[in-house]
T-cell receptor, first 118, second 114 residues
Framework: KAGVTQTPRYLIKTRGQQVTLSCSPISGHRSVSWYQQTPGQGLQFLFEYFSETQRNKGNFPGRFSGRQFSNSRSEMNVSTLELGDSALYLC?????????????????FGPGTRLLVL | KNQVEQSPQSLIILEGKNCTLQCNYTVSPFSNLRWYKQDTGRGPVSLTIMTFSENTKSNGRYTATLDADTKQSSLHITASQLSDSASYICVVGPGRDSGYALNFGKGTSLLVTP
């Protein structure tokens, strides 16, 4: 079974531009979560989608948005890029949403998209 | 304040030696605790998942322990190999009542040298 794929792997943008990142989960997985990883802050949760609905959202500004399609593929968009948005953006998929005491779903991470904002 | 603290921040050990990484958390209540390994330039890979009722879980040379009373977990690596060089991230998942937030530690960077 193919793993989680993310495109593009590397991206260079300038301040003020917008960017769209794509994530294809493992076949059959319905939950997709997005994370931002920086050396100083570690992994930070952006949002999670399950069956095309955003179920949860982290503490990021409205410039960060996402969506999920009927085939579970997900996109993340960042508008009006800032220098501080330079980071590794990771996507993770699981069969069901990874929260709650009843579930011990393993999240499978993609390789990430490294975004550099100049 | 981060609710998951990992120590040490970085660690260098010789190949073949054992090491233990620590994770202290304040997340409460919590449903499960996970350890991930992240190689440089790659996404994290799950090593272990433990519920609050489990004390230990092994995955090959990796053994995770959990003390829910003291809110501490450790990841023990035995007979380290060069390929163990990576960042190890502790993740604590809250219970239903706390709303969603997988709480991530900032990781321990491990370097195994020949």
């Amino acid at each position: 079974k193919a793993g989680v794929t993310q495109t593009p792997r590397y991206l260079i943008k300038t301040r003020g531009q917008q960017v769209t990142l794509s994530c294809s989960p493992i076949s059959g997985h319905r939950s997709v979560s997005w994370y931002q990883q920086t050396p100083g802050q570690g992994l930070q949760f952006l949002f999670e989608y399950f069956s095309e609905t955003q179920r949860n959202k982290g503490n990021f500004p409205g410039r960060f948005s996402g969506r999920q399609f009927s085939n579970s593929r997900s996109e993340m968009n960042v508008s009006t890029l800032e220098l501080g948005d330079s980071a590794l953006y990771l996507c993770a998929s699981s069969l069901f949403y990874p929260q709650g005491s009843r579930y011990q779903e393993t999240q499978y991470f993609g390789p990430g998209t490294r975004l550099l904002v100049l | 304040k981060n609710q998951v603290e990992q120590s040490p921040q970085s660690l260098i050990i010789l190949e073949g030696k054992n090491c233990t990484l620590q994770c202290n958390y304040t997340v409460s209540p919590f449903s499960n605790l996970r350890w991930y390994k992240q190689d440089t330039g790659r996404g994290p890979v799950s090593l272990t998942i433990m519920t609050f009722s489990e004390n230990t879980k092994s995955n090959g040379r990796y053994t995770a322990t959990l003390d829910a009373d003291t809110k501490q977990s450790s990841l023990h690596i035995t007979a380290s190999q060069l390929s163990d060089s990576a960042s190890y991230i502790c993740v604590v998942g809250p219970g239903r009542d706390s709303g969603y937030a997988l709480n991530f530690g900032k990781g321990t960077s491990l370097l195994v040298t020949p």
